[in-house]
T-cell receptor, first 114, second 114 residues
Framework: AQSVAQPEDQVNVAEGNPLTVKCTYS??????LFWYVQYPNRGLQFLLK??????LVKGSYGFEAEFNKSQTSFHLKKPSALVSDSALYFC????????????FGAGTRLFVKA | SQTIHQWPATLVQPVGSPLSLECTVE??????LYWYRQAAGRGLQLLFY??????ISSEVPQNLSASRPQDRQFILSSKKLLLSDSGFYLC?????????????FGPGTRLTVT
């Protein structure tokens, strides 16, 4: 069965420091991987995706993620965190089947302290 | 550009009352459409998805139903609400095509069943 794990409920980081939000996945076949961000009482916003090609993908707001096939991981990173990055982050994997269903992780809350 | 609308933004309904939440997408044709429920501000549960008019796939058997009467309209309904139906309901769309994999979310409807 396909699944996505975000092992940390919460990540705390000081402004200006690098941040990492972890994600591992289990899927049969080639994965389509995504990161989304959610601000309070809002819908999710797409940040970045890995479909194929370069293992390091860059997305919105300075975020990037690295696809690691051997470790089945897709960690989200940013070299220098901002207070405004504080939000709920979701890792997701899509299935290349009818409807292109997406399975989301439980989410990781990021707190960036000034 | 594409836009997704959901209404109402908030709703308070008594147990046993009916429900109708509406989602519409502008600026695209034949999108895949999705309904999710988010409980307690964390993980997303896929409820229904649709790949075309009148085509609905249900992911979780429960007290809800969905319909797609028009290409860019997706409706979530219930005949009799339960307390457990409370949550944040999100509609999302995905463009069909070779390079379109990410989903775009509406602003959500917060439903409280009393």
């Amino acid at each position: 069965a396909q699944s996505v794990a975000q092992p940390e409920d919460q990540v705390n980081v000081a402004e200006g420091n690098p941040l990492t939000v972890k994600c591992t996945y289990s899927v049969s076949g080639n994965p389509y991987l995504f990161w989304y961000v959610q601000y309070p009482n809002r819908g999710l916003q797409f940040l970045l995706k890995y479909i194929t090609g370069d293992n390091l993908v860059k997305g919105s707001y300075g975020f990037e993620a690295e696809f690691n096939k051997s470790q089945t991981s897709f960690h989200l990173k940013k070299p220098s965190a901002l207070v405004s990055d504080s939000a709920l982050y979701f890792c997701a994997v899509s299935l290349n089947t009818g409807g292109f269903k997406t399975i989301f992780g439980a989410g990781t809350r990021l707190f960036v302290k000034a | 550009s594409q836009t997704i609308h959901q209404w109402p933004a908030t709703l308070v309904q008594p147990v046993g009352s009916p429900l109708s939440l509406e989602c519409t997408v502008e600026g695209t044709s034949n999108p895949n459409l999705y309904w999710y429920r988010q409980a307690a501000g964390r993980g997303l549960q896929l409820l229904f998805y649709s790949v075309g008019i009148g085509q609905i796939s249900s992911e979780v058997p429960q007290n809800l139903s969905a319909s797609r009467p028009q290409d860019r309209q997706f409706i979530l309904s219930s005949k009799k609400l339960l307390l457990s139906d409370s949550g944040f309901y999100l509609c999302a769309w995905r463009a069909t095509g070779q390079s379109n994999y990410e989903q775009y979310f509406g602003p959500g409807t917060r439903l409280t069943v009393t």
